[in-house]
């Protein structure tokens, strides 16, 4: 079964400083996807960046990329020049095999980053 | 193009009512999911459904959780008989019946508290 692992519950940051958020996963599958979500305090569920398995790149949306280590199964989210307004939970997750058209996704426990002033 | 819409936002219910979930998924999208978040805990996966048809339920608790998606109108969740312990976030996705795969979009969530 797919396990996404996000080892750090609480990270602290100077603005404008760049950030690392962990993650590593699990899985048997040779075709996933990996997503990582922001989730401020009032709650929603942010989508901020994708990476397919097969993607030779690494991905990035503005100030997010993620750092796609296949060998060492590792998808860590890095936010250059953190705001304020980035202090959130965030949360890795992985696409299960696609069943019917599925897109059933498993997530981590989150990391929950603080940008200090 | 409205996006997941989830209603009602918060919903309060006393020990032995029911809870009613609502989610439209956005334009085009013919897939629904349900998730739940527990408090300080990442989201897990509930149950998949396609009109008309619940394909996966996997993650649904055996007694007092249903969800349907009819032909016509919202996916709804339902909890009979709530417990302290169903507090939650649940959350609604959606995806076309092609998924591509690149994003997964969220409704906005319902946080029920049961008294």
């Known amino acids: 079964a797919q396990k996404i692992t996000q080892t750090q519950p609480g990270m602290f940051v100077q603005e404008k400083e760049a950030v690392t958020l962990d993650c590593t996963y699990d899985?048997?599958?040779?075709?996933?996807?990996l997503f990582w979500y922001k989730q401020p305090s009032s709650g929603e569920m942010i989508f901020l960046i994708y990476?397919?398995?097969?993607?030779?790149q690494n991905a990035t949306e503005g100030r997010y990329s993620l750092n796609f280590q296949k060998a060492r199964k590792s998808a860590n989210l890095v936010i250059s020049a953190s705001q304020l307004g980035d202090s959130a939970m965030y949360f890795c997750?992985?696409?299960?095999?696609?069943?019917?058209?599925?897109?059933?996704?498993?997530f981590g426990q989150g990391t929950r980053l603080t940008i200090n002033p | 193009n409205a996006g997941v819409m989830q209603n009602p936002r918060h919903l309060v219910r006393r020990r032995g009512q029911e809870a009613r979930l609502r989610c439209s998924p956005m334009?085009?999208?013919?897939?629904v999911y349900w998730y739940r978040q527990l408090p300080e805990e990442g989201l897990k996966f509930m149950v998949y459904?396609?009109?008309?048809?619940?394909?996966?339920e996997s993650g649904m608790p055996k007694e007092r959780f249903s969800a349907e998606f009819p032909k016509e109108g919202p996916s709804i969740l339902r909890i009979q008989q709530v417990v302290r312990g169903d507090s939650a976030a649940y959350f609604c996705?959606?995806?076309?019946?092609?998924?591509?795969?690149?994003?997964?979009?969220f409704g906005q969530g319902t946080r029920l508290t049961v008294v």
């Open positions: 996705a959606s995806s076309p019946q092609r998924a591509t795969n690149t994003e997964a979009f």
């Open positions: 899985t048997s599958d040779q075709s996933y996807g």
């Open positions: 990476q397919g398995s097969y993607d030779e």
């Open positions: 997750a992985m696409r299960e095999r696609l069943i019917q058209g599925a897109q059933k996704l498993v």
């Open positions: 334009k085009g999208h013919s897939h």
């Open positions: 459904l396609q009109k008309e048809n619940i394909i996966d």
